[in-house]
């Protein structure tokens, strides 16, 4: 079965930090385009990063450039999320979810449950 | 860069069609033939049920089907079906290498 499985949310003050991951199974990480995306509460869904399979395109939001930095690492079936200079504005559920096409911003077939950050003073 | 734009809500009769929009603009929507729509019951993860304008995932209905004209997307849900009731959100591929989602459409079977 192919699943997707995110952890690492939590609460975190202004200017923290997070690593969230994403654990797949049942497919190979190494061919797919792997992205987060985030849902703030009672807002609509919000891309917020994606990779390449061959890891050679990477592409963030603009509220996230700089401060987030997606990684896979594909003997561990996972990708990954760093999230530094966390705001209140990042709280929300965070998604993996794995590309549909070789075209990276392209959609999303698979989804994880999701995680969730809270940035909080 | 704002969201695309949907309606808060659609509504229809089972057995109608009806329509949900996600209008973008030439950067992105109307620019490039990446637009795909997802569903989203309550409590559960989105469903790609379009892609590309209007390809659909193997196992997705055929009462769904996408098109495109100019810088709107639509999203037709043909013999409407109280399961139908749902969430509905578009994306599009933009022109600055992101993607960028609709604001989201809630569909209301009567």
């Known amino acids: 079965e192919v699943q997707l499985v995110e952890s690492g949310g939590g609460l975190v003050k202004p200017g923290g930090s997070l690593r969230l991951s994403c654990v797949v199974s049942?497919?190979?990480?190494?061919?797919?385009?792997m992205h987060w995306v985030r849902q703030a509460p009672g807002k609509g869904l919000e891309w917020v990063s994606s990779?390449?399979?061959?890891?050679?395109?990477?592409y963030y939001a603009d509220s996230m450039k700089g401060r987030f930095t997606i990684s896979r690492d594909n003997a561990k079936n996972s990708l990954y999320l760093q999230m530094n200079s966390l705001r209140a504005e990042d709280t929300g559920v965070y998604y993996c979810?794995?590309?549909?096409?070789?075209?990276?911003?392209?959609?999303?077939?698979?989804w994880g449950q999701g995680t969730m950050v809270t940035v909080f003073s | 860069q704002s969201a695309l734009t949907q309606p808060a809500s659609v509504s229809g009769s089972p057995g109608q069609s009806i329509t949900i929009s996600c209008t973008g603009t030439?950067?992105?929507?109307?620019?490039?033939?990446?637009v795909s729509w997802y569903q989203r019951h309550p409590g559960k993860v989105p469903k790609l049920m379009i892609y590309?304008?209007?390809n659909r995932p193997s196992g997705v209905s055929n009462r769904f089907s996408g098109s495109k004209s100019g810088n709107t997307a639509s999203l037709t849900i043909s013999g409407l079906q109280a399961e139908d009731e749902a969430d509905y959100y578009c994306?599009?591929?933009?022109?600055?290498?992101?993607?960028?989602f609709g604001g989201g459409t809630k569909v209301t079977v009567l």
């Open positions: 049942g497919f190979t990480l190494s061919s797919y385009s």
């Open positions: 590309e304008v209007r």
């Open positions: 994306s599009s591929s933009t022109s600055t290498n992101t993607l960028i």
């Open positions: 979810a794995r590309g549909y096409s070789g075209y990276v911003t392209d959609a999303f077939d698979i």
């Open positions: 030439t950067s992105d929507v109307g620019g490039y033939n990446y």
């Open positions: 990779m390449s399979s061959s890891t050679s395109f990477i």
